[in-house]
């Protein structure tokens, strides 16, 4: 008996709702009990014997007992123990599953109660507690799976189809709904339970927060007021403040009044999704909160965000707009969407000037935030606006003093930019002073002076000016600063050789000088010099220059440039592009403020896409190979044998028995059997070189008229037949009977030449001979001959029961000829309550005799009854045993109530309106007899058929 307790009224959360299952009655399920016995229908009377499938059940149940109690105690590891036991007696008891089920629960292992929950719905799919619980379950755990509360709702809903209103199950409608956020479902079925339960103060608790959470403020404080219980009191009251607290806030306009807080609390576990990237739970998450607040910035922006993160970028970009449209003083807006138009490729130019300009304004609204500098003068480089990117960098740099990571960055950046500037512009921009003078060696009054007068003609336009007072430096007043600046003016006049070399010997004085190292080998690739680059590169980033990584990437990558049939090539090369893309990976998500994280994010995609292909074309040649191998396999090992063919078309039943009867006698009675002498001579040691020169011509060799082209012959009529019934035959592996008979003629026409000169062969090939024919013998003369001659048993014997003559009866009155007629099977009789009965004649023959009797006696009903009435059809089946012969028939009477005459004259004398004429001749054929019968109400006559006994 389930135990169903309605615990709507507890503190507990929903899922201590779980419902366990117990049964108090002595007997139980119908069981019998442990003392209890049958007795033995075949035994004496005082001999009893013990039931051990009740006794099992019987000890399943004490120990499920046991074990609620166990629970009641929460004693839950004991429980589960003893219901352990009591499942593994009886499993297909769904009342023990389910409450093993519980027990799992209970011990929080919830895939295993879920799983016994399911199991016990599919022993008992109307069992209501199983699907309440595991509704419950579900519930439970919606946070972890969002389709939870839409499964916990369809359960609910089957539940309640079957119990009817309970008020229990309404409830947990309710909690559902309002956790799928269907306010007026949750409202609907609130009120539901109201009308039938008083509400308690936990109830009024609970439905107060229902409004709450929805925004219904007003409903809210309603039920919280109601409450007058002490123990419920002091929570209603915090919740009533904090109510009114709310409503403060909104008043001064520090709160949106329109954002109920479940969609805030929503925004809030979608972000946390979204941060452990589970983004698919997250994306639903969001939609819900925006359904109950779609003017919920932070909701927008979160789902703007997520949907940017998955490739959706025009969508993005729409919710963006949707959350500036609503707050247009709102800096972090206008900071992603121009994340999104930075990264955006297709409209390049206009993106990035719409970029530019929103990270100004967020600037603007938000200037002490000195990372959007930096974000900006990025953005300012990719636009090639050179001299603004610069001084937003210096901007940057002044304001962060901190982050070192930054900083670093923000100097490499800085660094680069004045690389792209000529001389005359950065003199115009700087002069110079705060690198050179930032430099760690001690420069004398004299060297400053000369620095001083080369900035000076840098300012001026005069390169040359500049690097003749730069060249008067000697000795140890020359350091890599200044030599530095000497490189960077050769590479502004063009001449990269002498720039070189420069750069070279700042190395010589100070090896470690990554933004030195990243010039050369920049320098060195214009040069078409790509292995030496490679070396600076690889220096350049062992000294922390980041960007040197995707210098080395893109080197490698230029190896791997696609042709025309690049998917075929590289599958050649997939270790190395999939080795490269980890590569892009890394450095996309370790450098997202890199100058090339546009390029390193194209090139990603890129190879994305020829790794994608490499996979396809993979995909598809494994579909090929496993499509030509399902092929093959079915061409070789698929199809059926004889007795399928049989079973689906009894038709067929004839045509194969006669086949089979001329393979029995042409070619193994009379043909094959001389193997079995040809083996006992051969292993006697006899001169046995005639016999087996007479077997290997008569029997193996392939020529017209042979034992084995009649076999063939044979089997090719058989797969004849196979095709004109659509069934493909697959006689040399399917059929237990051909099966050995092709095999045994194979073997013996493989050594048909060795038979022909046995006598030359040596000893031991005569020994694998007369091994190979003995094989033979035993696949030809003894598997396949019981083989063939067991089918054709089965073949000349036909069983008859109830369900065939109902079947041809079914059939035969659905024919469209009897559409509209309301013909019934009104009396079925077996003699003395026989089962079946076996009749020596095909399947087809004997439908066809009873079709014919039945159509006939319809006809005759429908056509010689003056009124309309229900057309009765009776069908009879006795045994008759000749007293002389002693011969066994069988007595098939087809009864009806038509009026009209019908004599055993009239039939032999071929009388076939009726169309038993050709059924009469049928039936002779068969050694049978056809007699008509007059009857007693409430039929009138009955057409007997007599049929001899199968033996």
């Not at 920049?522 to 062992?542: C, D, G, M, P």
């Not at 060799?701 to 493909?728: C, E």
């Amino acid at each position: 008996m389930d135990s169903d307790p309605d615990m709507s009224e507890s503190v507990l959360p929903l899922m201590e709702d779980s419902d366990i299952e117990e049964d108090k009655d002595e007997n139980i399920n119908g069981f019998f009990a442990p003392e209890e016995i049958i007795e033995n229908e075949n035994a004496d009377s005082d001999t009893v014997q013990i039931d051990l499938e009740a006794v099992i059940k019987q000890e399943a149940a004490e120990k499920n007992k046991s074990a609620l109690n166990m629970l009641k105690n929460n004693k839950i590891p004991e429980a589960l123990a003893l219901l352990q036991d009591a499942y593994s007696l009886d499993s297909q008891n769904p009342e023990i599953v389910n409450n093993l089920g519980y027990a799992f629960y209970l011990l929080g292992n919830i895939e295993d109660a879920q799983k016994y929950y399911k199991e016990s719905l599919t022993l008992d799919p109307g069992r209501v507690v199983a699907i309440v619980n595991l509704a419950d379950l579900l519930y439970k755990n919606s946070e972890e799976s969002p389709d939870a509360g839409k499964m916990a709702a369809e359960l609910l809903l089957k539940a309640r189809e079957l119990e009817g209103n309970s008020p229990r199950i309404i409830l947990r409608q309710a909690r559902v709904a309002a956790l799928r956020l269907d306010f007026s479902e949750g409202e609907r079925f609130y009120n539901e339970y109201l009308e039938k339960r008083k509400p308690t103060d936990v109830l009024k608790i609970e439905i107060g927060d229902f409004y709450r959470d929805f925004g219904e403020l007003d409903e809210a404080l309603k039920w919280y007021k109601t409450i007058k219980g002490n123990n419920y009191k002091k929570k209603a009251e915090d919740r009533i403040w904090n109510i009114e607290v709310l409503n403060q806030s909104v008043s001064l306009g520090w709160s949106d009044p329109d954002v109920p807080q479940k969609a805030k609390d929503l925004v809030k576990k979608a972000g946390k999704l979204f941060n452990s990237h589970n983004y698919s739970d997250a994306e639903k998450l969001y939609q819900q909160a925006l359904l109950l607040g779609p003017s919920y910035v932070e909701g927008l922006m979160g789902y703007g965000d997520l949907l940017f993160r998955n490739g959706k970028r025009e969508d993005a970009e729409l919710y963006f707009l949707r959350a500036l449209a609503i707050k247009q003083d709102y800096p972090e807006v206008y900071v992603r969407l121009s994340k999104l138009y930075l990264t955006d490729s297709d409209n390049r130019e206009k993106n990035i000037s719409t970029a530019v300009i929103f990270l100004q304004r967020a600037l603007k609204l938000r200037p002490e935030w000195s990372e959007l500098e930096l974000e900006l003068a990025v953005a300012l480089r990719l636009k090639g606006d050179v001299l603004d990117a610069l001084l937003h960098v210096k901007k940057y740099l002044l304001l962060q003093k901190d982050n070192s990571t930054k900083r670093a960055a923000a100097l490499r950046l800085k660094s680069s930019l004045e690389m792209l500037l000529s001389p005359l512009e950065l003199a115009k921009l700087s002069s110079g002073e705060d690198e050179l003078f930032s430099a760690k060696e001690k420069m004398s009054p004299e060297v400053v002076i000369i620095i001083q007068k080369a900035m000076t003609h840098l300012k001026n336009g005069s390169l040359n000016e500049a690097m003749v007072t730069l060249e008067s430096v000697k000795g140890d007043d020359l350091n890599s600063s200044i030599i530095n600046l000497k490189a960077r003016i050769m590479l502004g006049a063009g001449k990269t050789v002498k720039a070189l070399n420069l750069l070279k010997e700042s190395l010589a004085l100070k090896e470690e000088q990554p933004e030195v190292h990243e010039q050369i080998a920049i320098t060195l690739l214009s040069l078409n010099k790509k292995r030496l680059a490679k070396l600076h590169f690889k220096r350049a980033y062992e000294l922390g220059e980041p960007d040197a990584e995707f210098q080395l990437i893109k080197i490698d990558y230029k190896k791997q440039s696609p042709s025309i049939l690049y998917p075929v090539f590289d599958l050649r090369q997939i270790a190395t592009l999939i080795d490269l893309k980890n590569r892009l990976k890394n450095f996309i998500n370790n450098n997202p403020q890199s100058l090339y994280i546009s390029d390193a994010e194209r090139y990603y995609k890129i190879l994305q896409k020829r790794i994608l292909n490499v996979w396809y074309l993979i995909f598809s040649i494994g579909f090929i190979i496993i499509i030509l191998s399902v092929v093959i396999t079915k061409k070789v090992y698929g199809g059926y044998g004889l007795a399928y063919l049989i079973k689906r078309f009894p038709e067929s039943g004839i045509e194969v028995q006669r086949i089979l009867s001329a393979v029995r006698h042409e070619v193994l009675k009379h043909n094959t059997m001389m193997l079995t002498g040809l083996v006992e001579a051969l292993e006697s040691g006899d001169d046995a070189s005639e016999l087996a020169s007479y077997v290997a011509k008569r029997i193996a060799l392939d020529k017209s008229g042979g034992v084995s082209s009649r076999l063939r012959h044979y089997v090719l009529m058989l797969n004849r037949i196979g095709d004109a019934n659509k069934i493909r035959l697959n006689l040399k592996r399917k059929d237990p009977a051909l099966a050995p008979l092709i095999e045994g003629m194979n073997i013996a026409a493989k050594n048909s030449d060795d038979l022909v000169r046995i006598k030359k062969l040596g000893k031991r090939r005569q020994r694998k001979v007369l091994q190979n024919i003995k094989r033979a013998s035993i696949l030809l003369n003894v598997e396949g001959y019981e083989a063939v001659r067991e089918l054709l048993d089965n073949l000349r014997v036909l069983k008859i029961d109830k369900k065939r003559l109902k079947n041809i009866f079914k059939r035969c009155v659905t024919e469209p000829s009897f559409a509209g007629l309301n013909v019934t099977l009104s009396e079925l009789i077996f003699e003395k309550d026989i089962k079946e009965i076996m009749l020596a004649l095909p399947a087809a023959v004997f439908e066809d005799i009873i079709t014919n009797l039945i159509r006939n006696a319809v006809q005759s009903s429908q056509i010689y009854n003056e009124t309309d009435f229900e057309i009765s059809i009776g069908l009879e089946i006795n045994l008759e045993i000749d007293g002389i012969t002693g011969i066994e028939r069988v007595l098939i009477s087809v009864k009806d109530k038509s009026k009209r005459e019908l004599t055993a004259q009239m039939l032999k004398g071929r009388y076939i309106e009726e169309g038993l004429g050709l059924t009469a001749d049928l039936i002779t054929m068969y050694d049978g007899s056809i007699d008509v019968v007059k009857l007693e109400l409430p039929f009138e006559k009955a057409v007997v058929v007599k049929l001899p006994m199968a033996r």
